[in-house]
């Protein structure tokens, strides 16, 4: 849900005044749903879906975008990606993970890697690997808006150190209905544990359409 989340926030973002429209959908085939997302009545940001998995890039597909009454030149694109559709581990958002369970403190590592893709006529190919979610932004003004500030700083939430990661349960008891009576359990840095792509495939998917109904 962490990984989806971040997807949505930049898909949708900043300006509270987006709208998405479920562009496109193959009834015969649900493995590539499209979102278009729209400010100001004008077409920002693309979102292609890939739910098909082959190691051997058997599931990739390209997509090619194009706007009407608009000279497109070069496109912007991020990606969620995992090894595949069953994929516990390692799933990252435009290259970025986290630590990994019992060892993160919810920030990212990596460097944030975004594509910029050329256009032909106006025609922009998109290469959506299996599987995957493409995230388009149609113009450089869009990528910019949700990028933060290059003073932000982040900020943590837990300790880490040799034994472990600790919370503080007074913060913790009070977060998302946390039963006061549950303890604070205290472990040693894993290997980490993600939420399977699938899932987050299906969150991410839910939550345009949820918006798209409104």
């Not at 973002?13 to 278009?36: A, I």
């Not at 051997?56 to 991020?78: C, F, M, P, Q, W």
């Not at 009070?174 to 299906?202: C, D, F, I, R, T």
Request: include cysteine.
């Amino acid at each position: 849900m962490y990984y989806s989340a971040l997807l949505v926030a930049e898909a949708l973002g900043p300006t509270n005044t987006s709208q998405v429209v479920d562009y496109y959908r193959d009834r015969d085939n649900d493995h590539h749903p499209v979102y278009l997302i729209y400010e100001n009545g004008v077409p920002a940001r693309v979102v292609l879906f890939n739910y098909l998995s082959d190691a051997n890039g058997g599931g990739d597909y390209t997509a090619t975008i194009s706007i009407d009454n608009a000279a497109l030149d070069h496109v912007y694109v991020r990606y969620l990606s995992a090894d595949s559709i069953v994929d516990q581990y390692n799933i990252k958002w435009a290259n970025q993970s986290t630590a990994g369970m019992m060892a993160s403190d919810g920030r990212l590592y990596g460097d944030v890697m975004t594509y910029s893709v050329q256009c032909t006529e106006g025609k922009c190919p998109i290469h959506v690997p299996g599987p995957s979610v493409a995230l388009v932004f149609l113009n450089e003004d869009d990528l910019n808006e949700v990028n933060p500030p290059e003073d932000d700083a982040p900020f943590t939430t837990t300790m880490i150190d040799a034994k472990g990661i600790a919370v503080n349960f007074d913060d913790l008891q009070h977060s998302n209905g946390m039963n006061p009576n549950w303890k604070v359990v205290y472990g040693s840095p894993a290997a980490a544990l993600e939420v399977q792509v699938g899932l987050v495939l299906l969150s991410a998917a839910a939550v345009f359409t949820l918006v798209c109904g409104l």
